[in-house]
């Protein structure tokens, strides 16, 4: 997997928990200035997070088609899951911006009805919660493993490393003796040339000895 892909993905994660967390409290919240405040604070954190679906959407496509086959499944998910959360942030801005008229209209609001309401806000809250910290364990499991896996191939790499070098210096060897060897056979082709002139001369003077007296004993008698 994508090192960048994975730094937007813990990222991700680690954000849309903090939004879960803060709808959620926002959900628990009276009509006012706090609430308003929470609200502002979700749509800036829902835009931060549409970037970084944006930038992992990007760095999956330019990938290999094995990579960003997965990934960008990964990534749908995602983009449903903060589809869902701006439905859940827009709902508590139409809230309060109805609460107000409802009061005026309908009197004080049913508590019950509140109640139930509220409570059914924080049970969506707190799955999408649940689901955004399965995602991120998920996350650094996959980093571990990947963590794991790199060092055994930096274990495996280092290995060959060791071999090629005592290959090397194996080969190091048997050039030094190849070398060895040439001066060997070469010192050993000069003596044999050496010898040969040396047998050649003796072979020479033995015939001239063999002429000159041959010549003494056919002449001078």
Same mark, same amino acid.
């Given at each position: 997997?994508s090192e960048v892909f994975e730094g937007y993905e813990r990222q991700y994660c680690e954000?849309?928990?903090?939004?879960?967390?803060?709808?959620?409290?926002?959900?628990?919240?009276?009509?006012?200035?706090?609430?308003?405040?929470?609200?502002?604070?979700?749509?800036?954190g829902l835009d931060d997070a549409d970037v970084l679906i944006r930038k992992m959407d990007?760095?999956?496509?330019?990938?290999?088609?094995?990579?960003?086959?997965?990934?960008?499944?990964?990534?749908?998910?995602?983009?449903?899951?903060?589809?869902?959360?701006?439905?859940?942030?827009?709902?508590?801005?139409?809230?309060?911006?109805?609460?107000?008229?409802?009061?005026?209209?309908?009197?004080?609001?049913?508590?019950?009805?509140?109640?139930?309401? /509220? !409570? $059914?806000? =924080?049970?969506? *809250?707190?799955?999408? +919660?649940?689901?955004?910290? #399965?995602? %991120?364990?998920? &996350?650094?499991?996959?980093?571990?493993?990947?963590?794991?896996?790199?060092?055994?191939?930096?274990?495996?790499?280092?290995? /060959? !490393? $060791?071999? =090629?070098?005592? *290959?090397?210096?194996? +080969?190091?060897?048997?050039? #030094?003796? %190849?070398?060895? &060897?040439?001066?060997?056979?070469?010192?050993?082709?000069?003596?044999?040339?050496?010898?040969?002139?040396?047998?050649?001369?003796?072979?020479?003077? =033995?015939?001239?000895?063999?002429?000159?007296?041959?010549?003494?004993?056919?002449?001078?008698?």
């Open positions: 997997m954000l849309s928990v903090n939004l879960s967390r803060k709808c959620n409290s926002a959900a628990l919240l009276a009509d006012g200035e706090p609430k308003k405040q929470q609200i502002s604070e979700l749509k800036v990007l760095e999956a496509r330019s990938l290999q088609p094995s990579l960003k086959a997965a990934l960008l499944a990964k990534l749908r998910e995602y983009k449903s899951d903060l589809n869902k959360l701006k439905k859940e942030v827009n709902k508590l801005a139409l809230t309060g911006a109805n609460q107000a008229a409802r009061d005026l209209e309908s009197g004080m609001m049913d508590p019950h009805a509140a109640s139930a309401n /509220q !409570r $059914e806000r =924080l049970a969506m *809250s707190t799955e999408r +919660l649940d689901q955004s910290s #399965d995602r %991120i364990r998920e &996350s650094r499991r996959t980093a571990l493993e990947t963590e794991e896996l790199g060092v055994s191939i930096l274990g495996d790499l280092h290995q /060959q !490393r $060791e071999t =090629l070098l005592h *290959s090397h210096k194996k +080969l190091h060897g048997v050039d #030094d003796a %190849i070398d060895k &060897s040439k001066k060997i056979l070469t010192s050993m082709s000069r003596r044999i040339s050496r010898n040969k002139w040396i047998v050649g001369s003796v072979i020479g003077a =033995l015939i001239l000895a063999i002429i000159i007296i041959l010549y003494f004993k056919l002449f001078h008698h």
